[in-house]
């Protein structure tokens, strides 16, 4: 009796429909992109950038090629050259960040933390150019993250590796020293 | 081209393709159907319109870096399928990984079936024509892919578990909001459930369509929510358990027809026990290490010596390719599965001592669920199809590999 | 513990009844690895199916072991699932015939991965009721997981080639 009493109420579909009503009056979660943005999460794998060091204004590269024998995709392309004394220099490094998957085990393995992925993600463009990094695109793109940055030091997860034993880490990583953004800029 | 060989077209059939570009196909899949009127005759499916050739890279990079071509074998829950691939590489190299590195590959291989069966009744119910649950679904997805991005920096292909263990560790702050959010998630799961459950419209839809018995579903290899909506007790979570499931509760949802709405049923309870199982891990976590001390390293030598005593210099873990006495892996072959949201996700390697794989083979449930179709569709109408391509949970990602 | 008693207990008892098919057996990571003779596979994959109670087939799939005289080996992975015991079978074929029996009348799943042995590594199956290919297209020559196929292929495959001179527009 009450199966045939809910049969011809259409009980089941309005047990659906309330729960749809009471959506209506609730707070939608949708955002409205690009006017409204979300902020995206500590050490998110965006664009690639070579860290200015503070104390000689240079990259910090060693030309040690590391982050190229480890890519998956090997879309890194460094080229160095040995003086007498065994010390590198970096002649030509470049990304191709069309081939990049974005794993992030460059800037894992690197053992000076020469390289990150800043949380920048707004870069597509219309040609392929723009989109294969250099040497020197690789700084310009480090210091436009650098001043549009919120906080004012910034320390990628991947450059000190919590959880992992200090000893298995080459020494460079074990405890590095954040970036601090300069302020004498912004007095200026 | 290439022509398609049907082997005897009959006059009175009528023969529709829904090609690759396909909304419904999910993924690109080829499918070949004749009608008789409305009802099915005969399917026949193409597939590897997505081969990237895996199985054969996996045979040019390190152990390390072949993770990254798992990450993208079903798209769609990725953390398994890397889970899958360090489980049969550490038992190749007899090591586990430290409980507290159990416990995390739990909860997130957890969010990860979570985030799946989510994307499966949003796209299951659209394509039947609930078009309500996709959005709900896709609500509460995001926020699990806000969580991964949280915990590892990357929402969709993740490379996060490590052969040994896990690659960063969790802060506890991020623990809680986990923990708060699986009690929206069940309060979410009734919501589901209030709109289709007992809907007439959905069980009229569903009921009594791709029946499959328990034999038959054997003998076609299927696994997964598939093959317990018919009746079989086949979990590898309990069969042979890896990680932290043997220290956690938690039951396995099992159907009797055989039909779209037992699997259904299934699948939708196999959401809410995730829900518990997560809540169970982060109540007992345990502090300690994330990583085995005999794991590999990220920058493995691909042959040479395993281990490099340089002390803490720069170049410490640099490759030596001189001395090949001692094996960087041992030798032997292993397969290992592991219960993935869509099934059971092998993987078989066979190693000869080098750095890298001498062969990488991914069983891919997908793969198998495809080949059922034909069986499954026959006598049904063509709206019947898209609901049995929806109810098995395809992903062209693994059946194309 | 149970399971790997119990599975070892199997191999003896096998051993005993197929004597002549069975070349040798193997235990590495608690997992049991038969070599089969070609003739005696069928019979002893039905034995194990309908007497011992493997009714799911895991995986079926192919290895080139390029450099060694019977150079292609098929596995098949089956598995208990009420006693819980897994086993694989190993299969020498050589490269001049490379042909074995199908399984497809034990387990109609197989059928799929048999297709797939044969377009990646050029092994037949008698009595398969559809070999063709599967992954690549229908008109693709040469076997690409044979350990001899180049990794980038061997040429670029003609309809790559009409793309690429119709050309792209960009970066001029």
Redesign the interface.
């Known amino acids: 009796m009450k199966t045939i009493l809910k049969k011809i109420l259409f009980i089941d579909l309005l047990k659906g429909m309330l729960i749809t009503l009471k959506t209506i009056f609730s707070q939608p979660v949708t955002i409205r992109y690009p006017k409204e943005k979300r902020s995206v999460e500590e050490s998110f794998r965006g664009r690639h950038a070579f860290v200015r060091d503070p104390s000689t204004g240079k990259e910090r590269c060693v030309a040690c090629t590391k982050c190229a024998q480890v890519c998956p995709s090997q879309c890194i392309y460094i080229d160095y050259s040995i003086n007498d004394g065994g010390v590198r220099t970096l002649i030509k490094y470049e990304i191709d960040a069309l081939r990049c998957i974005f794993c992030g085990y460059c800037e894992e393995v690197c053992p000076v933390n020469a390289i990150v992925l800043t949380e920048f993600y707004e870069y597509a463009s219309y040609t392929r150019k723009s989109n294969y990094f250099d040497r020197n695109s690789l700084l310009r793109n480090w210091d436009e993250f650098i001043e549009s940055y919120g906080g004012t030091e910034y320390l990628n997860k991947f450059w000190y590796l919590p959880g992992i034993k200090r000893d298995r880490l080459p020494v460079g990583k074990r405890a590095p020293k954040g970036i601090l953004k300069e302020i004498k800029r912004e007095e200026e | ?5 049907i082997e005897k077209i009959d006059e009175k059939t009528f023969v529709l393709q829904m090609g690759p570009h396909h909304p419904a196909t999910h993924g690109v899949l080829k499918l070949l159907c004749e009608f008789e009127g409305e009802r099915v005759v005969k399917i026949t499916p193409d ?2 319109y997505l ?1 990237r ?1 895996v ?3 996996g045979e ?2 390190t152990y ?3 993770m ?2 798992t990450d993208r074998l079903d798209y769609i829950s990725s953390m398994t399928n890397n889970i899958a691939y360090c489980l049969a590489v550490e ?2 190299l ?1 090591i586990e990984p430290p409980p507290r590195a159990k416990f995390i590959r739990t909860i997130v291989s957890e969010l990860t079936r979570l985030s799946s069966h989510l994307l499966w009744l949003a796209t299951h119910a659209l394509d039947i024509g609930a078009m ?1 649950v996709f959005l ?1 679904a896709f ?1 509460e997805r ?1 926020q699990i892919l ?1 969580f991964f ?2 915990i590892c ?2 929402r969709l ?1 993740v ?1 996060y578990p490590r052969i040994g263990g ?4 969790v802060k506890d702050r991020v623990l809680e909001e986990i923990y708060n959010f699986m009690d929206v998630m069940l309060k979410r799961v009734d ?1 589901y459930e ?3 459950t ?4 959905w069980i009229s839809r569903t009921k009594g369509v791709g029946v499959i018995s328990a034999e038959e579903a ?6 997964g929510p598939a093959l317990r909506g018919s009746g ?3 979990d590898i979570r309990k ?2 358990p890896y990680d932290a499931y043997d220290e956690v509760s938690f039951e396995i949802p099992l159907g009797t027809q055989g039909d779209t709405y037992d699997r259904y049923l299934c699948r939708i309870r196999e959401m809410r026990q995730s829900s518990l199982i997560v809540k169970q891990c982060i109540e007992r976590m345990p502090k300690g ?3 085995h ?1 005999d794991a590999p ?3 493995m030598p691909h042959q040479g010596k395993r281990k490099i005593e340089a002390g ?6 640099f ?1 030596g390719f001189s001395n090949k006495k001692e094996d960087i892996m041992p030798k ?4 290992s ?1 592991i219960e993935a949201p869509k099934g ?1 996700l ?1 993987i ?1 390697l ?1 190693s000869d001592g080098s750095g890298r794989p001498y ?1 990488m ?1 991914v ?1 891919a449930p997908s ?2 669920h ?3 179709i034909p ?1 499954m569709c026959k006598g049904h109408l063509l709206a019947d199809v898209i609901a049995i391509i929806g109810t098995l949970d395809i992903v062209m990602g693994e059946a ?2 | 513990m149970a399971q790997e008693v119990k599975t070892l207990e199997l191999t003896e008892e096998l051993k005993n009844l197929f004597a002549d098919d069975i070349l040798e057996t193997e235990e590495f990571c608690k997992q049991v690895t038969l070599y089969v003779k070609k003739e005696g596979l069928k019979r002893i994959l039905r034995y194990l199916k309908e007497e011992r109670g493997f009714y799911h087939l895991q995986d079926l799939c192919g290895v080139d072991y390029f450099g060694q005289t019977p150079r292609f080996c098929v596995v098949y992975h089956i598995y208990n699932i009420d006693e819980r015991i897994g086993l694989r079978l190993k299969v020498f074929i050589s490269e001049e015939s490379p042909e074995v029996d199908t399984i497809t009348d034990l387990w109609s799943g197989a059928n799929w991965h048999e297709r797939e042995c044969f377009d990646m590594f050029g092994i037949r199956f008698k009595g398969h009721p559809d070999l063709r290919r599967i992954l690549m297209p229908e008109d693709w020559d040469g076997h690409p997981l044979r350990k001899d196929y180049p990794l980038r292929g061997k040429e670029m495959w003609r309809g790559f080639r009409e793309i690429l001179e119709v050309g792209f527009e960009e970066d001029k």
């Open positions: 081209m290439g022509s398609m060989e597939v590897g081969h050739g199985e054969k890279l040019h990079k390390i870096s072949a990254t071509l038992r190749l007899h309500t709900y609500r995001e806000q991005e949280k920096g990357a292909t490379s896990v690659r960063l560790d919501e209030g709109l289709l007992e809907n007439r419209i054997l003998e076609l290899g299927l696994t079989v007790n086949y069969h042979m290490d994330i990583l001390p390293d990220l920058d803490d210099s720069l170049w410490s873990g490759i032997g072959e292993i397969y599965a059971e092998g078989y066979i062969r083979r069983r793969f198998v495809i080949s059922a069986k194309d590999r």
